[in-house]
């Protein structure tokens, strides 16, 4: 059963990083192995009733992720419906390339922990359309907001999907997990940026400003409120957990709620033809249900290897064949480049137990920041990097020679970082 299980599990995961060249969504792979492996593993069981209590407190915690992902997402559609982050471009009147890739970076570093990298990379990318003419120029800004996002979503438990998915796990705090990670983060950033400014010459040729005049439904107060108010409900999420006790994904739906609420005031006595794409209901509509089904599919994988036992032999045999924590867990991140960092964090999480590493576990921090900013080292490796990849069509070996370098050197300055604090601090 076991080597079924493994087999079912590599090929689907082969599937889904060919996707492209096989012309097969990468939902319909994870969603087919999901069930299959499940289907595998109780045909194969006798006590086919502990297999069910099995998927369905499995199912519990894969909920909360996905409940988690679709209100955040409902909420940064909703800013973009009032053209919220359009307030942010305007701000931006540099065109010094130095100067200007430092303020883009520390904008996408502080609103990717705000919101998540994913949504934030998609912002920056739109943003940058409007500011920079020449493709070259752009793609390298692209190249860095990569970095930028992934940095800044790893020190923050709503900032990226994994670090989500350890905080709903119980493994890190919301407080620790920023404080502990806020630096080594900013140090991943810091560094390529410091190398890329000395290659930066000369100023930007700015994009036509027309985009800009469009006619709108909405008045510029609304679109600052939805905008305020939007990003206020999503760092409302982790304040929530801390006073009631209650897993994330209720904060995020009472945050929905609430902006559900403040639209239905602010556009209530509209005509319903013109109020209609304002509307919670449209941004329902618009959001990536594909990628909520991806994730659900993969994770149910992950946990039938769980639960057949695959990954606590996986996490003895890293422990006698490397040893070092440290080495263990900046391996799992540089594989992250390669390999989705969803199911290799959940692959972690199922691997070493909270008996013997508790909640804000060195193993844990370490985790997020390494599967976090790991991802940056190839296009491919993050759902930030996929996105700017299929936004500006930016070539894969372009960025391995433009970007991967920059992104390693990063990675490697953020943990020596972590690693010499932690070392300090004991």
Not at 2 to 31: D, M, P, Q
Not at 35 to 55: C, F, G, P, R, T
């Amino acid at each position: 059963m076991i080597i079924i299980l493994v087999l079912i599990f590599v090929l689907g995961y082969a599937a889904i990083i060919l996707e492209h060249r096989l012309k097969i969504n990468k939902t319909a792979s994870a969603l087919l192995i999901g069930v299959l492996m499940w289907a595998v593993y109780i045909i194969a069981s006798a006590d086919k009733s502990l297999v069910n209590e099995q998927l369905l407190s499995h199912l519990g915690n894969i909920s909360g992720i996905l409940f988690f992902l679709l209100g955040a997402m409902t909420i940064v559609e909703l800013i973009d419906a009032h053209d919220g982050f359009e307030i942010i471009t305007e701000l931006i009147r540099h065109t010094n390339k130095r100067r200007l890739i430092w303020i883009i970076s520390f904008i996408t570093f502080f609103l990717s922990a705000i919101l998540d990298n994913l949504t934030t990379t998609i912002v920056m990318v739109s943003l940058l359309r409007k500011l920079i003419r020449k493709d070259d120029d752009r793609m390298l800004f692209v190249g860095i907001v990569i970095i930028a996002a992934n940095a800044g979503g790893a020190w923050t438990p709503i900032g990226d999907v994994t670090t989500t998915m350890l905080w709903i796990g119980g493994q890190i705090s919301a407080a620790n997990i920023m404080l502990k990670l806020f630096i080594p983060s900013l140090v991943c950033l810091l560094v390529p940026l410091v190398v890329i400014s000395f290659q930066l010459r000369g100023k930007i040729e700015r994009a036509a400003v027309s985009t800009y005049f469009i006619e709108k439904q909405h008045t510029r107060q609304q679109q600052k409120v939805i905008l305020i108010m939007g990003i206020l409900s999503l760092g409302f999420v982790p304040v929530f957990k801390t006073i009631t006790h209650l897993p994330p994904f209720m904060g995020m739906l009472f945050s929905l709620g609430f902006m559900w609420l403040v639209t239905e005031l602010m556009h209530g006595k509209r005509d319903l033809e013109k109020k209609k794409h304002l509307t919670l209901v449209s941004a329902l509509h618009k959001i990536d249900i594909s990628s909520i089904l991806f994730f659900l599919g993969i994770l149910l994988a992950i946990a039938t290897l769980e639960s057949a036992g695959v990954l606590i032999f996986m996490a003895k045999w890293l422990t006698d064949s490397i040893g070092n924590l440290s080495v263990i867990v900046m391996t799992i991140g540089l594989s992250s480049a390669i390999i989705d960092n969803v199911p290799l964090v959940a692959a972690t999480q199922g691997m070493y137990n909270m008996v013997q590493y508790p909640i804000d576990s060195y193993i844990w921090e370490f985790l997020a920041y390494c599967a976090g900013t790991g991802g940056s080292i190839l296009i491919i490796g993050s759902a930030a990097g996929v996105a700017a990849m299929g936004m500006e069509k930016i070539n894969f070996f372009w960025y391995l020679k433009k970007i991967s370098w920059l992104a390693l050197l990063g990675y490697i300055a953020g943990a020596v970082t972590y690693m010499a604090i932690e070392y300090s601090s004991h």
